[in-house]
């Protein structure tokens, strides 16, 4: 189950009312509740998207990728600010970034250029490179979620986004345990050798 949270439905320019592109979806589960520990994945991030995101709930720590479906500003200069804030709310967690080649172009000169320190690795995905089999993000062991990625008629470049969310639940085949003599302390525990 996912929810949405429209951060900005403007084209081009914001106005008084609306901020320019950006969306946030949360990554439910099976549950359907949101909470501080949801994850949430962000798509386009255009100029004030922090600004947007500070009325939400959604934790900056719990931000699990950013997507860009191409690389008019509208989609895409509110990306640096928000990558910078990240750092300065302690963000220690690997960020991938899913985009169009030359958004990882302006990254490596915004970075370089302002001298850009950040707390945590940014994982830069080519959307080129991933267009055929898609992106799937590992959210815990029993909940993933996979992206698949379309091209789209747009005056540049531009893809759109399919998201299917996975949950599973492991179970222990108790009565087996038992007949091997594994006792209850053990189970679900990680032996090494």
């Known amino acids: 189950m996912f929810e949405l949270t ?17 969306l946030a979806v ?3 589960g099976e549950t359907g ?13 255009g100029e004030a998207t922090q600004h947007q995101l500070l009325r939400t709930a959604h934790k900056p720590s719990m931000l699990q990728a950013i997507v860009i ?13 928000l990558l910078a804030s990240l750092g300065m709310h302690g963000r220690r967690a690997a960020l991938p970034i899913i985009a169009p080649p030359a958004l990882g172009e302006l990254l490596d000169a915004f970075i ?4 850009m320190n950040l707390s945590y690795e940014i994982e830069f ?6 267009i055929d089999d898609g992106v799937r993000l590992s959210l815990t062991p029993e909940h993933w979620l996979d992206i698949d990625i379309y091209k789209l008629s747009h005056r540049c470049e531009s893809f759109g986004f399919g ?16 007949a ?7 189970w679900g525990c990680v032996v090494v050798n």
């Open 6 to 22: 429209f951060l900005g439905t403007s084209s081009g320019v914001p106005t008084t009312r609306r901020n320019v592109s950006g």
């Open 26 to 28: 949360s990554l439910l």
């Open 33 to 45: 509740q949101t909470g501080k520990s949801t994850p949430w994945i962000l798509i386009d991030c």
């Open 69 to 81: 479906t191409h690389m008019h500003g509208d989609h895409c200069y509110g990306l640096m600010g």
């Open 112 to 115: 370089r250029l302002t001298e």
């Open 125 to 130: 995905i080519d959307i080129h490179e991933v």
């Open 163 to 178: 998201l299917t969310q996975t949950m599973t639940k492991s179970k222990l085949d108790t009565d087996k345990l038992l």
């Open 180 to 186: 091997q003599g594994i006792d209850k302390v053990h």
